[in-house]
């Protein structure tokens, strides 16, 4: 099987072409070619077929489509399971070096490297073959914004290839030869200065000096009547050599040359401790040769992501000869930082002046990606809100890397790499503990121990608790401990200067909407490991598919996470310690003694009167419920009452034992 997508799609299977249909499918196969052995989720599929206004049925209309692709590939006699589906969607299983993507990257590779060797010739005999395998415009027969927007990266790393290529062959003085076609890409391309520097340098290597002054002209007119931009320091310094006669016997690819070199990366920290195999990976993925490397790195409050990220980008710094940009988005404050003012930093970084930024957004991330088309530079995002406050600071090209941190998985990313960050394994915590609060005795370590897991792992509760240790000497291992034992306190022992749970627990609460903030205070009330999917219904007297958009909030915005199936094939959550130890004292805080107690009476009330229909022989009429969940629960709940009471087994006990005492203490 090969795939081929420089041009219009087709997939050979055999050496035929495969039948895959067209709109939906066409959209479908396209966006799982594209990231051919990676998983994309149904709603990256959904959002590249209907564009933002997606119909009532549109993920079962994605699985129609999938299934029809998989007949087709099955007719045609592929291999078996060749659309896989994953947790995380749908995944296309092909070799990569079938595929003419991988096939480009790895002529544009291999030319590149015999370039920087001297061997010009080849370097551009290989530059040619890659080339050619555009057979036309990127996927241009498919309307969607997602391809679109991808087909776009593509335009523009053929667009840097061929100006790669164009460059070796005027090193070999092929002057004339190439003028004709460089005249015909300005023309297409008119604001692209490192064209219009090429085809000046072959004019006046062919001893036409007029009409390379007159292609200088035509460029700084289009530069100032369009962007009200002057043009930039390399095209000048090849018109100063055109006037003075100056011999150029050879371009140079850097017509989009940085004023400087920036290293804005924050310090790496000296301690840094575990996570071998995940900086490892992290690290090749930056490294790599693939176009448009984007690593994205996900987790919840507390887990490091940025200490991670900056951790690896510092190790591979030296690989990112141009430069190292590093922003802050905010995502998890109030309110982000605005990309137009990340742009404005990032160009001013390199070299413009600020007189000569865009004030529009669109420009300014044009200006952006032309500064960056042929460089080596590696882009820290920190604190990613969403792919949309991204999409203007993400380089064009593959020549450049991006490392993202976000609380939210981004998987709207074409082409992005989720790196998920958990908590600290026990013995790494216990040794990053000991790395700052120093030393432990034999004594000392069934405390040390304790310590670490009422920190759940989270690099930053360890940190806070060995930095409290630190400082305060006479406070004994055995005493943190002792006090981390009191829920009431636990967060507040936890804190340490700018080590504080609490406020980065806040940032998720901020970017929650009022509903699931309701949900989340209410389920920080119940005294139970993991939760339903119908749990919304009782605590916020709503529908059972609205608790779970409402859940699924709360897992998006890294409050909940998903626990996996119960027997009855529907989803669990469950929400850490310390998060549920925050959101119960937002609720004390925030609701009325009265909201409180009734949410928990429901919740129970819920439990236990499902718990009794499980129980009975009888078909109990669901309109005489007492409990604040709908028919499709109790249905739910009598088509396997065994396996239903399995699941709530904890949650049951725990129900079982909530009197009204309880309630009181559980609300209060």
Known sequence: MFCRLLGPLEILVHGSPLPVGRNRQLTVIACLALEANRAVSARSLVEAVWSGTPPRTAEEQIQTSVWRLRKAFRTAGAPANVIETTSLGYKLRIDEAQTDVAEFDRLVTRARSIAAAG?????????????????????????????????????????????????????????????????????????????????????????????????FRDGRNVLVEQLGLEPGRRLQEVHRE????????????????????????????????????????IVRDLRGDEAHRITVVVGKCGTGKTTLAVHAAHLTRRGFPDGQLYADLGGTRTEPTDPAEILRQFLHALGVPDQAIPRDVREAASVYRSLLATRRMLVLLDDAEGAEQMRPLLPGTGSSAVLVTSRSNLTELPGAHLVELGPLPPGEALELLRGIAGPTST??????????????????????????????????????????????????????????????????EHRLGDDATALWYRLGLLDVPDFPFWIGSPLLDVGTTASEKLLDELVYRRVLEVDGEDALGGVRYRMDELTRLYARDRAVELMPTTARRTAVRRAAESWRWLSALARTDKRVDPSQSRAAVGDDVVETVMANPVGWLRAERTAVKWAEKCDARTVAVLAS
């Open 242 to 281: 055109v006037l003075s006669g100056k011999e150029r016997m050879a371009a140079t690819a850097d017509v989009t040359a940085l004023v400087r070199a920036p290293a804005q990366l924050t310090a790496d920290i000296s301690d840094f401790t575990g996570r071998a195999d995940v900086v490892d990976g």
């Open 443 to 508: 004594a000392d370590q069934a405390a040390a121990k304790e310590i670490v897991a009422a920190t759940g792992g989270l690099p930053l509760a360890v940190r806070a608790a060995g930095a409290r240790l630190r400082a305060r000497p006479q406070l004994r291992l055995v005493h943190l401990a002792h006090r981390l034992r009191i829920p009431a306190v636990r967060l507040d022992e936890l804190t340490h200067g700018g080590l504080d749970l609490r406020s980065r627990i806040a940032g998720s």
């Open 119 to 215: 061997e010009h010739a080849r370097a551009v005999d290989d530059y040619t073959a890659a080339l050619n395998l555009f057979r036309g415009p990127v996927l241009a027969e498919l309307s969607s914004p997602v391809v679109a927007s991808v087909a776009a990266q593509w335009e523009e790393r053929r667009l840097v290839a061929l100006e790669e290529a164009v460059e070796l062959e005027l090193k070999l003085g092929k002057y004339r030869e190439v003028v004709g076609k460089l005249r015909r890409l300005v023309a297409q391309f008119p604001l692209r200065e490192g064209l219009r520097c090429l085809l000046m340098t072959a004019l006046h290597g062919s001893g036409r000096r007029a009409e390379a002054l007159a292609v």
